[in-house]
Nanobody
């Protein structure tokens, strides 16, 4: 059973940066595509970014292009999300997820972490 644990969330001022990590246990991390999603209070969970199993292909939502970078280190079984130029509207619980193929659809992901809170103050 694959387990995912996010870390790195916190409180930051607008314009600041945070780096989220997602540590994976199990034996399938390096063969699975990974994604980041977020859910703000009162809103549905939304896609942020995804990366292929080898790290060569990435997708990002238009709202984070030019500000967020998704990457992975398969040797460390870890997924990252570098978030720069943060805005108050980026405030949400951020989740990492694993899937056999890259997808923007959360319903297609097999494994999920518990989430980490990111709060951006204005």
């Amino acid at each position: 059973q694959e387990q995912l644990v996010e870390s790195g969330g916190g409180l930051v001022q607008a314009g600041g940066s945070l780096r989220l990590s997602c540590a994976a246990s199990g034996r399938i991390f390096s063969t699975y595509a990974m994604g980041w999603f977020r859910q703000a209070p009162g809103k549905e969970r939304e896609f942020v970014a995804a990366i292929s199993w080898g790290g060569r292909t990435t997708y990002k939502d238009d709202s984070v292009k030019g500000r967020f970078t998704i990457s992975r280190d398969n040797a460390k079984n870890t997924l990252y999300l570098q978030m720069d130029s943060l805005k108050p509207e980026d405030t949400a619980v951020y989740y990492c997820a694993a899937n056999r193929v890259m997808s923007r659809a959360d319903v297609e992901y097999d494994y999920w972490g518990q989430g980490t809170q990111v709060t951006v103050s204005s």
